[in-house]
Nanobody
C-alpha cells in the first residue's frame, strides 16, 4: 500500500557531505513519524534521526550536530543532510515511516565513507 524509496547514497571522503532523500508513495492520507535508520555489517539496525508529525526531531548521539533531518509534507518526502561524515557512518541507510498506524521500510541506500 505504501512504498518508500531512498536515494542519495554513495561513496564520500571523510569530512564530506551527502543528502539522502526518501519519497513515500501509494495509499497515503497522512504520514506520522518519518525517520532514518542505518545498519552496518555485523551490527543491528539503529535509529539515526526521526522527524515526527508534530515537528519534533530526535537524533542519535553519534550524529547530533552533523546530521539534519527535514520533511516536505507536500511531497511526502523526508531528507537527511549529512555533513562531517566519518568512516563509522558507513552503513546502509533505511527510511522508515508510520502511515495510518502501520510501519513501512524502504530498501535502503548504501553510504560509504572512505578515503
Amino acid at each position: 500500500q505504501v512504498q518508500l524509496v531512498e536515494s542519495g547514497g554513495g561513496l564520500v571522503q571523510p569530512g564530506g557531505s551527502l543528502r539522502l532523500s526518501c519519497a513515500a508513495s501509494g495509499r497515503i492520507f497522512s504520514i506520522d513519524d518519518m525517520g532514518w535508520y542505518r545498519q552496518a555489517p555485523g551490527n543491528e539496525r539503529e535509529m539515526v534521526a526521526i522527524f515526527s508529525s508534530r515537528g519534533s526531531t530526535n537524533y542519535a548521539d553519534s550524529v547530533t550536530g552533523r546530521f539534519t533531518i527535514s520533511r516536505d509534507n507536500a511531497k511526502n518526502t523526508v531528507y537527511l543532510q549529512m555533513s562531517s561524515l566519518k568512516p563509522e557512518d558507513t552503513a546502509v541507510y533505511y527510511c522508515k515511516a508510520r502511515v495510518q498506524g502501520y510501519y513501512y521500510w524502504g530498501q535502503g541506500t548504501q553510504v560509504t565513507v572512505s578515503s
